[in-house]
């Protein structure tokens, strides 16, 4: 985990989230239980989101239209970003 400011960024490589192009459902490993995540459009709006009850965890995207999106994770300890396409 990198500090920035008084924002706490958990590192890409603590973050994973695949397959990087899903077609229903992608899988978030986080290095943390208890946190949340949500999805976002390019354009910011937030389409889902939910809880992180485990360090792998599988989330439908199936009802997202095809395009590229945002997943934010929020924990106690920090926030992490990243994208993914859905088919």
Same mark, same amino acid.
């Given at each position: 985990i #990198? *500090? %920035? /400011? +008084?924002?706490?960024? #958990? *590192? %890409? /490589? +603590?973050?994973r989230i695949y397959p990087a192009i899903a077609t229903d459902v992608v899988t978030i490993e986080v290095p943390?239980?208890?946190g949340n995540y949500a999805i976002y459009s390019i354009a910011g709006a937030?389409?889902?989101?939910g809880n992180l009850d485990a360090y792998k965890n599988e989330v439908?995207?199936?009802?997202?239209?095809?395009?590229?999106?945002?997943?934010?994770?929020?924990?106690?300890?920090?926030?992490?970003?990243?994208?993914?396409?859905?088919?």
């Open positions: #990198v *500090s %920035s /400011d +008084a924002v706490e960024i #958990v *590192s %890409s /490589d +603590a973050m943390a239980v208890g937030q389409l889902q989101a439908n995207v199936s009802s997202l239209a095809a395009g590229t999106y945002i997943l934010q994770y929020v924990h106690q300890e920090g926030v992490g970003v990243k994208t993914f396409i859905k088919k």
